[in-house]
């Protein structure tokens, strides 16, 4: 772990007094239980048992026909629940129980990291609360009823936007209130440390499995890693395991409309509103105005729409050990119905902007070229939106 949370320039703890003294506690649980032999067999358990671990490299056959390099998904969206986010659900459910912690508090956007969470507490027996804004309950009905089917409390929150940056907010309080009884579990490498540290190492997972499996199924490591980034946590899990290798890394965000649209989620393409800024306890690239108030985030896919990244990324891409690129929401349309349709893998939205990156870099890459995508989830979720808003084609 970096010296006090920090990521180069990037990462830190900037929250209220109250809220250290919390945060210090957990680091020091995380700090024990990261080495601790029974704790992390439990965890593999978990992992491989319960949530179907590993997840399998998938050669995309027909796909990398069509792109004249070989093209591999790393399977995400085969987990328990559909996507990456169990992994860390799972790990730090496992750590509040370990720590005494009779309930859990967790925000969620669009549901899908509440779910991770519900399902988690639901196998450990802890109680769970969920806090959601109440335009994501309208917009994510299905979300809504799987959380509550797994025994949590879906509690609406009718402040600000109504968003995910609402319910981060009343997560927050929550927890400050009840920090003695309650985990607050975050769902990407985002937030004051240890969090973006923490949510790291349980995802680390999908790259340690992937190099391993890359090699085997392709004889060598690949070009390119290519991951969509929300906050950042798919994309770190499987970068992690590469950093030492001679393999690009590329974090491709939600171009939304296009960035000249301003409707976007991209942090670092945006030269004009992504600067370094805090939000929710972590210093980091936000997209702000020039006032410094926080922008309004657009996406097609709601696991990219966040105005902040993780802190980690700033520094990868300070450094130049990570590039980020961005894919809009039309160009991520179109390679969700591709794969689909070529490969009967229904992405995830978010992973389908990782494809769509992947197809245009595939240009400049010879048939032997290996390239490596993270598929982070499926895109059953998506399905109700694809039918509603994106026209006739599906
Ligand atoms: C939440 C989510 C993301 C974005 O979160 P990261 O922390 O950036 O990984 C990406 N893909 C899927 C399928 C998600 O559910």
């Known amino acids: 772990m970096k010296e006090r949370g920090y990521f180069g320039d990037f990462g830190g703890m900037y929250v209220p007094e109250t809220l250290v003294p919390a945060l210090e506690e957990l680091e020091k649980a995380f700090v024990k239980y990261r080495k601790d032999k029974q704790f992390r067999k439990e965890l593999n358990d978990l992992l491989e048992k319960y949530a179907g671990r590993p997840t399998p490299v998938t050669f995309a056959e027909n796909l990398s026909r069509m792109a004249g390099c070989k093209i591999y998904f790393k399977r995400e969206d085969l987990a328990h629940t559909g996507a990456h986010k169990i992994n860390n659900a799972l790990g730090q459910a496992l750590l509040a129980k370990r720590?005494?912690?009779?309930?859990?508090?967790?925000?969620?956007?669009?549901?899908?990291?509440?779910?991770?969470?519900?399902?988690?507490?639901?196998?450990?027996?802890?109680?769970?609360?969920?806090?959601?804004?109440?335009?994501?309950?309208?917009?994510?009905?299905?979300?809504?009823?799987?959380?509550?089917?797994?025994?949590?409390?879906?509690?609406?929150?009718?402040?600000?936007?109504?968003?995910?940056?609402?319910?981060?907010?009343?997560?927050?309080?929550?927890?400050?209130t009840n920090v003695r009884t309650t985990h607050y579990l975050l769902?990407?490498?985002?937030?004051?440390?240890?969090?973006?540290?923490?949510?790291?190492?349980?995802?680390?997972?999908?790259?340690?499995?992937?190099?391993?499996?890359?090699?085997e199924e392709a004889g060598e490591l690949p070009r390119a890693v290519i991951a969509c980034v929300g906050?950042?946590?798919?994309?770190?899990?499987?970068?992690?395991?590469?950093?030492?290798?001679?393999?690009?890394?590329?974090?491709?965000?939600?171009?939304?409309?296009?960035?000249?649209?301003?409707?976007?989620?991209?942090?670092?393409?945006?030269?004009?509103t992504g600067r370094v800024g805090v939000l929710h306890g972590t210093k980091t690239f936000v997209l702000q105005d020039k006032f410094g108030q926080i922008m309004n985030t657009h996406s097609v896919s709601a696991g990219l729409d966040y105005s902040a990244v993780g802190p980690e990324h700033s520094m990868l891409r300070k450094k130049g050990r990570a590039l980020y690129t961005y894919a809009t929401d039309k160009e991520a349309l179109n390679s969700f119905r591709l794969v689909s349709r070529v490969e009967g893998i229904i992405p995830a939205l978010e992973s389908a902007h990782a494809v769509a990156f992947a197809l245009k870099y595939a240009r400049k890459c010879s048939k032997e070229d290996v390239l490596l995508i993270n598929m982070s989830g499926r895109g059953d979720k998506d399905l109700e939106y694809i039918s509603r808003f994106a026209g006739k084609k599906t």
């Open 231 to 272: 906050g950042g946590s798919n994309a770190i899990g499987i970068f992690k395991a590469f950093m030492n290798d001679n393999v690009e890394l590329i974090g491709v965000e939600a171009g939304g409309k296009g960035i000249k649209s301003g409707k976007h989620a991209a942090r670092f393409s945006d030269r004009k």
């Open 99 to 176: 720590m005494g912690k009779k309930r859990i508090v967790a925000e969620t956007g669009a549901g899908q990291h509440g779910t991770a969470v519900a399902i988690a507490c639901a196998k450990l027996g802890i109680e769970c609360d969920v806090y959601m804004g109440e335009v994501d309950i309208e917009r994510q009905k299905p979300n809504v009823m799987r959380m509550e089917l797994a025994g949590a409390r879906v509690i609406p929150v009718s402040s600000g936007s109504k968003t995910l940056k609402d319910a981060i907010n009343e997560c927050l309080r929550d927890w400050t």
């Open 187 to 215: 769902g990407s490498v985002l937030g004051p440390h240890p969090y973006p540290s923490m949510v790291a190492f349980f995802q680390e997972v999908i790259g340690k499995e992937a190099r391993k499996q890359i090699l």
